[in-house]
């Protein structure tokens, strides 16, 4: 299995790599469009400001790419919130895969929020064998409201999504590379994903 | 529910952990990695790596050890101790950190708490300051906490804020090394005066300490080190009574 981690400068990609590694498998950092198109698996990491990371991107000329992918993408914490229409950070268009608006926690809760919350509402293949309410790593300041692609929720100080389906695609707030047990499962499960 | 954060902390000299009572005096406690793992394992939530060596070659050996700590451990990690560059917290970052703590470089340089923030988002940038009380006025303290600054911990720590910071690691000198509680009034404050999360450090010495962090401390998280490296408190011991007293944490 060719594993691809979108490698654009603004990434927490060790981490994802050693994750990988670790379930037994091979992950390569790549920002060559060939290479990640014929990838059985894409991972699209991001950590740091908005709108400079979709800056990296667009310079790489991997922003047109990534909607194209027809494989599993996931989307890791800033890398799933680029996959969204736009974020407020930075006032930044995203690559629109999936169909919501990023906004900043603004409800009387401490930002960024950092540490280990819980996922529920589980949806989709990447949670097979996660029990609801399980803990997950996030590090993040702005959230994706629920939406029709919603597959997993987290209350802080508001429901938002922490995780999103459309099609191919699957993005996570949580970094379940960052995520003890639970976030190699749910690593694990999206290796698993048929294509 | 977000859960409060149990974070045990190794601080290495050297490639090993060493810690110290009022950071004077140091004892050996095991080799890093080993103790990430055990720690991971054990039901921390993050650990923090404080290098306190003052070696030519420090930089290069405290990559190294964030690489292979990275590797084997599936929990976030913070890096601290001498980090003065965007060039420091590249290569920490790059190497796997999932945050870098800086102290005495944003006293010298409030600036660089800007940079950083603006360079890799504030998500990734703790400030840790430590003080402790002269005439009954909290004052920040550089080099262990061996020399006064004139900076008040509270207007200190709403700049640092301003400025980007992510989070604050709050050390206080007067209970740091005497196992009898955390300093609860002034967290208390910070996390009143602030919007950012607070990290309480210094005087953990039971698990009843813990729970007050929590509760009279406003704390986030809670960092401790000898309690732990020394077995004197188990984590998972400590987080089932710490969900006794109604506190959320990650069991």
Redesign the interface.
Known sequence: MRIIIIDYGAG?I??IK??I??LGYEAILSNDPKEIKAADKVIFPG???AS?AMRKLKDSGLDTLISQLKQPVLGIC?GMQLMCNHTEEGDTKGLGIFDVDVVRFNSGV?????????VEALKTALFDGIAEKE?I?L???YYAPIVKETVART??GVEYSTALHKDNFYGTQF?P?????V??KILMNFLSIKY | MLTKRIIPCLDIKNGRTVKGVNFVDLRDAGDPVALADIYSKAGADELVFLDISATEERRKTLSNLVLSVAEKVNIPFTVGGGISSIEDVDVLLQNGADKVSVNSSAVKNPQLINDLAAKFGSQCITVAIDAKQIGGEWIVHLVGGKVPTALNLFEWASEVEKRGAGEILFTSMDHDGTKEGFANTALARLSQDLNIPIIASGGAGNIKHFVDTFKEGKADAALAASVFHFKEIEIKDLKEQLQDHDIPVRL
């Open positions: 927490n060790q981490s050693f994750a590694q670790r950590v740091g400001e400079s800033l401490k930002v960024p929020q950092i540490g280990w919350n819980q803990h790593y590090v993040h300041s209350m802080y970094h590379e960052k995520s003890s047990v976030g190699e």
